[in-house]
């Protein structure tokens, strides 16, 4: 399967701990985005990458979330001293360069439940 | 965060009817993206629309970028059970380089027999 995947699918922590979720789109996308979504509601966009360069950050993503992505591959997002506020499907998606930039792919999502 | 106005919120239809949805904002998008989302799993790209109004089609699904570029509609035709889902819009504002979508607040279609 060479679609988007994102490793754990789920995640269950203790509030104050720190977790951290892996992205990696599909090959030769260039541009990777992080979502948050909550029960009822659509995605949310966090943050976005083209290449290893994060270009651009929502007020969602608070000092606690960091989000990398070296060598412009894989991605990762952390967040330190979880809250019960941060429970939510976390989603990866990738574009293609080209005409079709806009079509984001979206994985599997990694569930954060924060107790 | 903001979100696009989609109506209606639900619907409740028998199999081989038609189903139509609408997405509107209070401001213009230059394309606009329809997904489905099936519980715990992540949202699946339908349609792309990237010019006011185009009409597209993928299937038993069309879709049209409106004439004001500040609202969508999506329909699918004779619909059959594996169309259940969460039917969601995306907007998209810049031109030239890509960035986040803002998406709607969805549309939860049952199909019954």
């Known amino acids: 399967d060479t679609g988007v995947s994102q490793d754990p699918r789920h995640k269950i922590t203790k509030r104050g701990q720190n977790v951290t979720f892996r992205c990696d789109p599909i090959s030769e996308h260039n541009r990777l985005y992080w979502y948050r979504q909550t029960l009822g509601q659509g995605p949310e966009f966090l943050t976005y990458?083209?290449?290893?360069?994060?270009?651009?950050k929502s007020r969602l993503l608070s000092d606690r979330f960091s989000a990398e992505r070296p060598k412009g591959s894989f991605s990762t997002l952390e967040i330190q001293r979880t809250e019960q506020g941060d429970s939510a499907m976390y989603l990866c998606?990738?574009?293609?360069?080209?005409?079709?930039?806009?079509?984001?792919?979206f994985g599997p999502g990694t569930r954060l439940t924060v107790l | 965060g903001q979100q696009l106005n989609q109506s209606p919120q639900s619907m409740f239809i028998q199999e081989g009817e038609d189903v139509s949805m609408n997405c509107t904002s209070s401001?213009?998008?230059?394309?606009w993206l329809w997904y489905k989302q099936d519980p715990g799993e992540g949202p699946v790209l339908l349609i792309a629309l990237y010019k006011a109004g185009e009409l597209t089609s993928n299937g038993r699904l069309t879709a049209q970028f409106g004439i004001t570029r500040k609202d969508s509609f999506l329909n699918i035709s004779a619909s059959i059970p594996s169309d259940v889902g969460i039917y969601f819009c995306?907007?998209?504002?810049?031109?030239?380089?890509?960035?986040?979508?803002?998406f709607g607040t969805g549309t939860r279609l049952q199909v019954t027999l």
């Open positions: 998606a990738s574009s293609p360069g080209g005409r079709s930039y806009n079509e984001q792919f």
């Open positions: 990458f083209q290449n290893e360069a994060q270009l651009e």
């Open positions: 995306a907007g998209q504002r810049s031109t030239g380089t890509a960035s986040k979508l803002t």
């Open positions: 401001s213009i998008f230059n394309t």
